[in-house]
């Protein structure tokens, strides 16, 4: 038996009787917030945290009007066939921009002008 298996089974001696963690269900704000920061980390190396997240329930007929001007959008699928949306404004869409083209953010606020061609 190797010193690997005399610690494991050490560790499972130890932990009988006690009760199992108490694990809270995280909330889909919170979840969001992990997720994306995660996301942009790892597909294209940007820093990013999520300072605002705003949970509302609404119906399909009136979203459009809901949605700020260029908005990047998600589809989020939950247990039970639930969907939801994210929606990223035009702030994070020039962070993720300015990444990919040329490795970093600027501290200048994007322009309003129209997206190109391709993200409408």
């Known amino acids: 038996m ?3 298996d005399i610690i494991s089974a050490m560790r499972r001696k130890a932990g009988v009787g ?3 963690p108490d694990v809270q269900p995280m909330s889909p704000a919170k979840a969001l917030r992990l997720a994306a920061a995660k996301a942009a980390e790892d597909a294209i190396g940007l820093v990013m945290q999520v300072t605002n997240v705003i949970e509302e329930r609404s119906s399909i007929l009136r979203l459009p009007d809901q949605l700020p001007e260029y908005a990047l ?5 939950g247990p039970d066939n639930a969907y939801g949306l994210a ?3 035009r702030n994070v869409i020039s962070a ?3 990444q990919q083209t040329t490795g970093k953010v600027l501290k200048l606020p994007p322009k309003s002008a129209r997206p190109p061609r391709q993200m409408r």
């Open 2 to 4: 190797s010193d690997a």
């Open 18 to 20: 006690r009760p199992p």
């Open 73 to 77: 959008l998600s589809l989020l699928e």
């Open 87 to 89: 929606v990223f404004d």
């Open 96 to 98: 993720v921009v300015e």
